[in-house]
T-cell receptor, first 112, second 114 residues
Framework: QKEVEQDPGPLSVPEGAIVSLNCTYSNSAFQYFMWYRQYSRKGPELLMYTYSSGNKEDGRFTAQVDKSSKYISLFIRDSQPSDSATYLCAMRSSSNTGKLIFGQGTTLQVKP | GAVVSQHPSRVICKSGTSVKIECRSLDFQATTMFWYRQFPKQSLMLMATSNEGSKATYEQGVEKDKFLINHASLTLSTLTVTSAHPEDSSFYIC??????????FGPGTRLTVL
């Protein structure tokens, strides 16, 4: 079993839809949770960075962490064609190494 | 947000040659940088952790003599692929760790070995 599970999709939605992306994990030591967006042939871009459980909102993006269920989510409101990309969840423990464990990535396509 | 650059963005070389890739944090200092490799339609695979002023820590299965890492300053880490072969062709991405231990990624370097 992988430490972090993420459905690779692809996920196709119409423009304006609310998108829900999810990851589950097995290591209870994970404390920091991130979502990255990666366009084809580019490096990942940090979208959201959260610590422990709770919600965080930034514009059209909302990140949720439920540590009791070992489940994290990223919601995208009013999705746009420019949101079409691969979304990677990543997480790490509080150790000083800073090493991230990534999900497989979910490919999202927002159709105009 | 923090900016990380990589150079070159793309390189094509002949088998047996060595290739150096630079990773720079442009507007912040990074004592720790990471090097990843990514195959098509796959997630990132961590190759090594680079710490300024000390030897890199390599992940299991990564040949340290083939992938030489030097973190000479707080804003620069280099990855040298020595005696490159076609199987080394891949997308190499670096990241730099920020003040809150978040990772900011560079744009990546596409290496093609003929």
């Amino acid at each position: 079993q992988k430490e972090v599970e993420q459905d690779p999709g692809p996920l196709s939605v119409p423009e304006g839809a609310i998108v829900s992306l999810n990851c589950t994990y097995s290591n209870s030591a994970f404390q920091y949770f991130m979502w990255y967006r990666q366009y084809s042939r580019k490096g990942p871009e940090l979208l959201m960075y959260t610590y422990s459980s709770g919600n965080k909102e930034d514009g059209r993006f909302t990140a949720q962490v439920d540590k009791s269920s070992k489940y994290i989510s990223l919601f995208i409101r009013d999705s746009q064609p420019s949101d079409s990309a691969t979304y990677l969840c990543a997480m790490r423990s509080s150790s000083n190494t800073g090493k991230l464990i990534f999900g497989q990535g979910t490919t999202l396509q927002v159709k105009p | 947000g923090a900016v990380v650059s990589q150079h070159p963005s793309r390189v094509i070389c002949k088998s047996g040659t060595s290739v150096k890739i630079e990773c720079r944090s442009l507007d912040f200092q990074a004592t720790t940088m990471f090097w990843y490799r990514q195959f098509p339609k796959q997630s990132l695979m961590l190759m090594a952790t680079s710490n300024e002023g000390s030897k890199a820590t390599y992940e299991q299965g990564v040949e340290k003599d083939k992938f030489l890492i030097n973190h000479a300053s707080l804003t620069l880490s280099t990855l040298t692929v020595t005696s490159a072969h076609p199987e080394d062709s891949s997308f190499y991405i670096c990241s730099a760790m920020g003040v809150y231990n978040e990772q900011f990624f560079g744009p990546g370097t596409r290496l093609t070995v003929l």
